[in-house]
């Protein structure tokens, strides 16, 4: 079975969180049969069209951005002639010039889309997009929440409840490297003393200001592992404020990566606002066996860290809570392995890659059948 994923971005020209999870699709899926290709905008669509991971990664060409969203002429012409040899598109949203494209292509074939989140930084254009919003959405066959909490919180799945199912993000294990003794150095000779870890693209929601106000109260260092649009913003006001137990590393390997996750006392998920639906790096903290902080946003960050039972979950932009909240792992350490057991065995039951998978796969061939 053929599949095609289409969103406005993808490796190599961007790997975050949706991207990431559209990867670790791509991968569970395969092993049930499915043949995944994906479709996204490129500045460099020739050199970017690769092989990846055992599936393709196709370009258009990206024209411009207005509000955070790509447009491009050529993505018609190339969805068209993909979704021609698809047997199912497989969307994520949100992406409001992806609607257009669904509507201009009438390719009839079955359609999943996963709701990643609301739109909250562009609200302003809510009003206008609505309409376009509400009418492609009701056209999908299938709409995937990535956790309960998100289908209970978004006014937006509510009103779609009859169509949604959920389906966890997952990940894999075996496609993250052990760390070798030299990273583990690496790691010690980076960070001496006892350490919270964030890692993650510096995006403007992860609440890193409020971690950053917080650290003058925090009796551990805390190191930040990423890089993105913010990241200077955040390194003058650590500078400003004095923070020296703030550490930035910017960008690091993956093997470096996995030596801080094993080495750090826990993980620290600051974010502060509903763009951040999930949380793909607090599973792969819990995949760890490490406790973590997070934030109550009524979003999928308190499935993933369930409160006092994988680590702690405090009000959102709030330096003096989580202050506190980061020196009980300092102090409290049989709580905290504790909560480490307790993250391992919530990642194996429920946010192993194998299961979303089949999820997946399933989904996929039942809407399959139902077409034919």
């Known amino acids: 079975m053929k599949v095609l994923h289409f969103f406005k971005t993808y490796w190599p020209d961007s790997f975050g969180g949706v991207e990431r999870t559209i990867h670790a699709i791509a991968q569970s899926t395969a092993r049930h049969g499915i043949k995944t290709e994906v479709l996204s905008l490129s500045r460099a669509p020739s050199e970017n069209t690769q092989g990846f991971d055992g599936h393709m990664a196709r370009k258009a060409k990206l024209d411009f951005e207005l509000a955070s969203t790509g447009f491009s002429r050529e993505v018609f012409r190339e969805f068209g002639a993909l979704a021609k040899k698809a047997d199912l598109i497989h969307y994520h949203f949100p992406w409001p010039f992806m609607d257009i494209v669904h509507f201009q292509s009438r390719h009839g074939k079955p359609t999943v889309l996963t709701y990643h989140s609301d739109i909250v930084k562009q609200r302003s254009i809510l009003p206008f997009y609505r309409p376009l919003m509400m009418r492609f959405l009701k056209d999908m066959d299938a709409i995937v929440a990535t956790s309960p909490d998100y289908l209970r919180s978004s006014p937006v799945l509510k009103a779609l409840e009859a169509r949604s199912k959920i389906i966890p993000i997952g990940i894999d294990e075996t496609a993250y490297p052990t760390p070798t003794e030299a990273d583990n150095g690496w790691c010690r000779s980076t960070v001496s003393g006892p350490f919270v870890q964030f890692v993650g693209v510096l995006r403007y929601y992860k609440g890193l200001d409020i971690l950053i106000q917080a650290a003058d109260q925090v009796r551990c260092k805390i190191v930040i592992a990423g890089?993105?649009?913010?990241?200077?913003?955040?390194?003058?006001?650590?500078?400003?404020?004095?923070?020296?137990?703030?550490?930035?590393?910017?960008?690091?390997?993956?093997?470096?990566?996995?030596?801080?996750?094993?080495?750090?006392?826990?993980?620290?998920?600051?974010?502060?606002?509903?763009?951040?639906?999930?949380?793909?790096?607090?599973?792969?903290?819990?995949?760890?066996?490490?406790?973590?902080?997070s934030c109550e946003l009524g979003t999928g960050t308190s499935y993933v860290n369930k409160a006092g039972e994988t680590g702690l979950v405090v009000p959102p932009s709030d330096p003096a809570r989580l202050a506190e909240a980061i020196n009980r792992f300092v102090d409290s350490p049989v709580e905290v392995a504790n909560w480490g057991r307790a993250a391992r065995d919530r990642y194996a039951r429920l946010f192993a890659a194998d299961k979303m998978g089949k999820s997946y796969a399933d989904l996929y061939h039942q809407l399959d059948s139902r077409r034919r």
């Open 227 to 293: 890089s993105g649009p913010i990241e200077e913003q955040l390194k003058l006001q650590a500078k400003t404020l004095g923070r020296d137990n703030v550490i930035f590393l910017g960008e690091v390997a993956e093997p470096r990566k996995m030596a801080l996750l094993h080495n750090c006392l826990g993980f620290v998920f600051p974010s502060n606002q509903r763009s951040e639906a999930y949380g793909l790096s607090l599973v792969e903290a819990a995949m760890c066996g490490k406790p973590m902080i």
